[in-house]
């Protein structure tokens, strides 16, 4: 039977790599993301799963906040859908884990890196194959970097290549992005041969409890159906906004046409005023009006140029 836990659902995510005994499952998909800098020896969850988070219906953020032994902060969050501002506020939040460090009167030299990592299960930068950005303070211009200070991590899991015949030569972090956008769809005993570091061994006996313990497989479908009627409902509000979008931009074509009718109208007009003038000056009669109204305004010019030059012609 499938595992049918989506480590996605806001429940699940916490509950796996929230729970201090699950230690291991987040120190094992924060190296794979951090590779190959300092890796993460051991963990103090700071947010530890609490069943009161999950007591309504409302969606919360799905982040976990750490440190690690070196001192190094972190939060690991993640998100369902790029909504807007989600960058400016990856930002705000790896400052924010920067400067709350700082007790007062203590000094600024034990401020500790703060890294923010944010999983996605959405595309944030769709003009790039690359799944995994890391940001830093940068002098661009010199290359120089203000290190052990503040990053952010972008990971956007779905432009990762995925599937069973690879998985056991990928790398941690496409290991991690297949278990978390596929683990329900394969039994626990499949998945702990596909990924058999003892991180991901966690990380399945976590999912698995959830699946077993009849109180948090109820708290799960709450979660799940929560998370998917809220998605139905944003889809829905894109949809609505792109039809009225659409709406606008007829309308604002219609207008645009209407002027640029009027616009050729009124050029054409000159153009024929100007036929019908010369044709008198040549001598010639002039032409009933509704015969000029089928030809476009290149042919009506060249029969002004052409005018032109025969009466120039005739001035000779």
């Given at each position: 039977?499938?595992?049918g836990?989506?480590?996605?659902?806001?429940?699940?995510?916490k509950?796996?790599?929230?729970?201090?005994?699950?230690?291991?499952?987040?120190?094992?998909?924060?190296?794979?993301?951090?590779?190959?800098?300092?890796?993460?020896?051991?963990?103090?969850?700071l947010?530890?799963?609490?069943?009161?988070?999950?007591a309504?219906?409302?969606?919360?953020?799905l982040?976990?906040r750490?440190?690690?032994a070196?001192?190094?902060?972190?939060?690991?969050?993640m998100?369902?859908?790029?909504?807007?501002?989600?960058?400016?506020?990856?930002?705000?939040?790896?400052?924010?884990?920067?400067?709350?460090?700082l007790?007062?009167?203590?000094?600024?030299?034990?401020l500790?890196?703060?890294?923010?990592?944010?999983?996605?299960?959405?595309?944030?930068?769709?003009?790039?194959?690359?799944?995994?950005?890391?940001f830093?303070l940068?002098?661009?211009?010199?290359?120089?970097?203000?290190?052990?200070?503040?990053?952010?991590?972008?990971?956007?899991?779905?432009?990762?290549?995925?599937n069973?015949?690879s998985?056991?030569?990928?790398?941690?972090?496409?290991?991690?992005?297949?278990?978390?956008?596929?683990?329900?769809?394969h039994?626990?005993?499949?998945?702990?041969?596909?990924?058999?570091?003892t991180?991901f061994?966690?990380?399945?006996?976590?999912?698995?409890?959830?699946?077993?313990?009849?109180?948090?497989?109820m708290?799960?479908?709450?979660?799940?159906?929560?998370?998917?009627?809220?998605?139905?409902?944003?889809?829905?509000?894109?949809?609505?906004?792109?039809?009225?979008?659409?709406?606008k931009?007829?309308?604002?074509g219609?207008?645009?046409?209407?002027e640029?009718?009027?616009?050729?109208?009124?050029?054409?007009?000159?153009?024929?005023?100007?036929?019908?003038?010369?044709?008198q000056?040549v001598?010639?009669d002039?032409?009933?009006?509704?015969?000029?109204?089928?030809?476009?305004?290149?042919?009506?010019?060249?029969?002004?140029?052409?005018?032109q030059?025969?009466?120039?012609?005739?001035?000779n």
């Amino acid at each position: 039977m499938p595992l049918g836990i989506k480590p996605t659902v806001d429940f699940a995510y916490k509950k796996i790599f929230g729970t201090p005994e699950n230690s291991p499952a987040l120190v094992g998909l924060a190296n794979a993301v951090l590779a190959p800098d300092e890796q993460i020896v051991e963990v103090q969850i700071l947010n530890p799963f609490n069943y009161q988070d999950f007591a309504d219906d409302k969606l919360i953020v799905l982040d976990i906040r750490a440190r690690d032994a070196a001192g190094r902060w972190l939060n690991i969050e993640m998100q369902l859908n790029v909504v807007a501002g989600l960058q400016q506020r990856l930002v705000y939040y790896a400052c924010s884990l920067y400067t709350d460090q700082l007790e007062k009167g203590a000094n600024y030299s034990q401020l500790r890196p703060a890294i923010s990592i944010c999983l996605l299960s959405d595309v944030l930068f769709d003009d790039t194959p690359a799944a995994h950005h890391r940001f830093r303070l940068t002098d661009v211009e010199h290359n120089r970097v203000l290190a052990d200070t503040v990053e952010v991590h972008t990971v956007e899991l779905t432009k990762y290549n995925l599937n069973e015949a690879s998985i056991g030569q990928a790398s941690g972090i496409e290991q991690w992005a297949f278990f978390l956008l596929v683990a329900d769809r394969h039994e626990a005993d499949r998945l702990r041969e596909l990924l058999p570091g003892t991180e991901f061994q966690q990380a399945i006996s976590a999912a698995e409890a959830i699946r077993q313990k009849t109180e948090d497989r109820m708290m799960y479908d709450q979660r799940e159906k929560a998370q998917r009627d809220y998605l139905a409902a944003l889809e829905g509000a894109r949809q609505e906004g792109l039809e009225e979008g659409i709406e606008k931009g007829i309308e604002k074509g219609l207008e645009k046409g209407i002027e640029k009718g009027i616009e050729k109208g009124r050029e054409e007009g000159v153009l024929i005023g100007k036929i019908q003038l010369l044709r008198q000056l040549v001598g010639e009669d002039a032409d009933p009006e509704n015969e000029f109204r089928d030809r476009s305004i290149e042919e009506l010019s060249s029969l002004v140029a052409e005018l032109q030059q025969r009466l120039r012609s005739r001035g000779n």
